[in-house]
């Protein structure tokens, strides 16, 4: 059964530093998204992603964030300068647009 | 006001009972709902879609969702240890659009 895939699984990084993180959803999808969790906390939304751009983002995903889709598999999500509240579970997910998202098992961004 | 509103739990059931998760929501104009089951370190895992009035059966989970009063439910019938985990439901307010989680509620089932 085809699912998403993400990488790293961890990512420990220095506060200041600039991280890439990288998907590939499933394949005959065609919608994008990230989402975090931080520890004890609920899944929220961060950005979606349709036919080469941002179709929304939230109030979380400000200036430091940005994401890409560089070729016809991947999507990436890039934290400019990290805080350390941006240590959190992010999970990317994707679907065909017919509601459904399937998500990704996620990468843990520790900043130290 | 809370979108998604659960009970945190935690829900303890005997193994093989049925256990019955709630959930309210704010936003009448709320399209799809959606129950994500969540273990411990791992992502959310749809098990259940609804998006109308009614019963919605998949095996030993059976979702209900009555729009009038905002109120979303998800019934496990003959409880596993397996199905010991965090329940999270969630709507989106249109095809495609952001999924909103409620804050979950965590199931055990005890042998």
């Known amino acids: 059964e085809p699912e998403v895939t993400q990488t790293p699984s961890h990512q420990v990084t220095q506060m200041g530093q600039e991280v890439i993180l990288r998907c590939v959803p499933i394949s005959n999808h065609l919608y994008f998204y990230w989402y975090r969790q931080i520890l004890g906390q609920k899944v929220e939304f961060l950005v979606s992603f349709y036919n080469n751009e941002i179709s929304e983002k939230s109030e979380i995903f400000d200036d430091q964030f940005s994401v890409e889709r560089p070729d016809g598999s991947n999507f990436t999500l890039k934290i400019r300068s990290t805080k350390l509240e941006d240590s959190a579970m992010y999970f990317c997910a994707s679907g065909q647009g017919d509601n459904e998202q399937f998500f990704g098992p996620g990468t843990r961004l520790t900043v130290l | ?111």
């Not at chain 2, 979702?63 to 969630?90: E, F």
């Not at chain 2, 495609?96 to 989680?101: L, V």
């Open chain 2, 1 to 111: 006001q809370k979108e998604v509103e659960q009970n945190s739990g935690p829900l303890s059931v005997p193994e093989g009972a049925i256990a019955s998760l709630n959930c309210t929501y704010s936003d009448r104009v709320s399209q799809s709902f959606f129950w994500y089951r969540q273990y411990s370190g791992k992502s959310p895992e749809l098990i259940m879609s609804i998006y109308s009035n009614g019963d919605k059966e998949d095996g030993r989970f059976t979702a209900q969702l009555n729009k009038a009063s905002q109120y979303v439910s998800l019934l496990i019938r003959d409880s596993q240890p397996s199905d010991s985990a965090t329940y999270l439901c969630a709507f989106a307010y249109s095809s495609a659009s952001k999924i909103i989680f409620g804050s979950g509620t965590r199931l055990s089932i005890r042998p």
